[in-house]
């Protein structure tokens, strides 16, 4: 690759020109000046946040139910049942006591190939922050979200999100996932879509087609 | 080995051609027509949609300014996360690269998420060459490539087709005799079409909307969820960006990740955005590769006027405003870029040997200002590159003889003494009586003059010009002064 060490040579070069190269403090110092009079927080109550949350993802055509922590089981038990699913992929480091009838779900498909993942009919993690104003569920995969892939290959994803990870607004998400921005991350709002036909949103195309979120609330 | 995408027709040959398509046309209307009333409605909800397009600005601007200290840090901590990076002079370069890479892997098959910069190079074409087949999965490139036909616009590139071409086209490709035209059913098509090759094929190639420099991660907006299965599922990713896609840190897509979703597709949020940061083992491919591409990129840095054009974030909102591009579509602009940022992007990553009729393809309205997400003053570089490209004309001989150089020398002499242009107005006014039309109007001008007169109908000169008039007021101070003046000249 000495071709590629000539061209990074005098493409920096380029980009250079004559002028001095500036210490890296002064650039810091132009960074942080750069103006940032953005909304960053909301006003809303952790009630109508939620509440804005869940009319987000309904228009986005995803379905959603509330449920307080206790009954947690019971309600996935009922929303995968609404669904008429039997075979839900589910990651390592979820806990173990959110599944209530283990016929239902299949453990250890994080190491699964895509073909494998391909088979099961749906998905259950959780999340790390989710954001009201955009209907926004961000997976900052850990083990109890498991790899990426494990969220995307089957056709339906239930995620759950507890009421004190839904943030009102994007940089407020951002302040939350900034320290550990180097694990892989997925913004998913609702199911997935395309307006390439005639600009019309018609939902599913590659990703999974049907989302169903739970929120959690105390 | 291909070159990059080259211009061969000036843009008013090519639109007056296009012209004539009303389908082409109703289609363009119908969906900048759409996306537009959206992203107006979701841009409304923000309060604070100023501010964002003030700091979207600076950051973009800030990261230009300190380029190479931003794509060194990229590099580094990229490296350091398991990532390879490689530079690339240009657009052959480039295209070496990823077919040195693919080929490493015995790879005939790639996949791809949709790329404008892979287009802009001719990847595909580069690829072919060489016996790879490259496989679109954005359902409009599929469609696109399907039809071997070229993107018209930079989001939706396959909006000058409606339904209705797409299923013609997906049932003769795709051998699906049955489909049906509802865009559901194109949709599910494509699904079943590419999900085969997803879960098959070990190595792709993606374009990047984002670079960070702090983290070395790479950014990607998208819809469908092509772009996680290409980012997640091969062995193999080779990413390839131009070097201007580079942002300081990883907090600054708070602000784009509001701006570009709400200019691009007038959604709030769109469906997916992946980050990801080198390899992470157990997760995603084994091997990532990141091909930074300048390609006359770098030259534009050193133009202050028009080194804005590089803070462009691909979002086309300048394109569904455009009054020029709803009559055109993308096509008359004979390159990957279209639209307003297309007319100043394009000329100068040819530095203006291509693409040179693009600047005058505006009415400068500023209606692609009043939208741009990080406040690019497109009207302000197409006026700048306007000048450019005479000044680059009249360097030739040719151009320095051309009836339009001489022309304009011409009329810049009479300009130049009051005398000279009243002496103009007067044989003018004798030399026009034959071109007067019943209307009053002159409808037809003769020879290369009749240029001005195909669209439109000329006034002619009045009997008497308004220096004329004003001499013949009574007051001699002022009629002297104008004399004293002219006679200095």
Sequence with gaps: MTESVNARAAILAEIRGNRPLPAADSIAQNYEAIPRAYVRSDFLSSQERVNLFESRL????????????????????????????????????????????????????????????????????????AIAVTGTIVLQHDTAHGPRKLSLVPDYHLCIVFAGQLVGTVPEAFDRLAPTATVPTTFISGPSATADIEMTRIKGVHGPRFLDVIVVVD | MSGPATVNEDFPTAARELLKDTQLRANIRHATGIITRKRNAVVAELSDWEQLRESGSQIRSHALQHLDHYLLQFEQACTKA??????????????CLVIALVQAHGARDVMKIKSMTTEEICLNQALEDQGIRAHETDL????????????????????????????????REMHLEDLGDQPEDLAAAARHYL?????????????????????????????????????????????????????????????????????????????YNSTWTGVHPGDGPREFHVVLLDSGRSAILHDDEARQTLKCIRCGACQNVCPVYHQTGGHAYNSVYAGPIGAILTPQLHQLNEGASLPYASSLCGACYEVCPVKID????????????????????????????????????????????????????????????????????????????????????????????????????????????????
């Design chain 1, 58 to 129: 309904r228009e986005y055509d995803a379905n959603v139910y509330r449920a307080a922590l206790k009954s947690l089981p019971e309600v996935i038990d009922h929303v995968l049942a609404l669904r008429k699913k039997t075979r839900i992929g589910v990651p390592h480091g979820l806990p173990a006591n959110w599944l209530l009838n283990l016929r239902l779900f299949v453990t250890g498909c994080d190491t699964h190939s895509p073909q494998e993942l391909d088979k099961l009919e749906g998905v259950l993690t959780s999340c790390t922050v």
């Design chain 2, 140 to 171: 409009a490139e599929l469609i696109i490539q399907l039809g071997h036909d070229k993107p018209s616009h930079i989001v939706v590139p396959a909006l000058h087709k409606n339904r209705a071409q797409i299923r013609e086209l997906f049932a």
């Design chain 2, 195 to 271: 999900r085969e090759k997803f879960l098959r094929i070990p190595v792709t190639v993606s374009g990047a909307n984002f670079l960070i420099a702090e983290t070395g991660s790479v950014c990607i907006v998208e819809s469908e969820g092509n772009g996680r299965m290409c980012l997640t599922l091969p062995d193999v990713l080779i990413t390839i960006a131009g070097i201007e896609k580079v942002i300081p840190h990883f907090r600054d897509l708070e602000v784009f990740l509001q701006t570009l979703p709400r200019s691009a597709t007038g959604e709030r949020m769109n469906p």
């Design chain 2, 82 to 95: 398991g990532g390879h990076v490689h530079w690339a002079r240009d657009a052959a370069e480039a295209n």
């Design chain 2, 378 to 489: 497109i009207p302000e570089v197409l006026i700048h590159l306007r000048a450019q490209v005479v000044r680059h004309e009249h360097a030739t001989l040719a151009g320095g003889l051309s009836l339009w150089s001489l022309g304009m020398k011409a009329a810049a002499a009479l300009f130049a003494s009051g005398n000279r242009l009243a002496l103009a107005q007067h044989l003018g006014r004798i030399g026009q009586k034959p071109f007067i039309a019943t209307s009053g109007f002159i409808e037809h001008l003769p020879f290369q003059l009749s240029g001005w007169t195909e669209s439109r109908d000329l006034a002619p000169l009045p009997r008497e010009s308004f220096r004329e008039w004003w001499a013949k007021r009574p007051g001699p101070a002022v009629t002297e002064i104008i004399s004293n003046r002219d006679g200095g000249k």
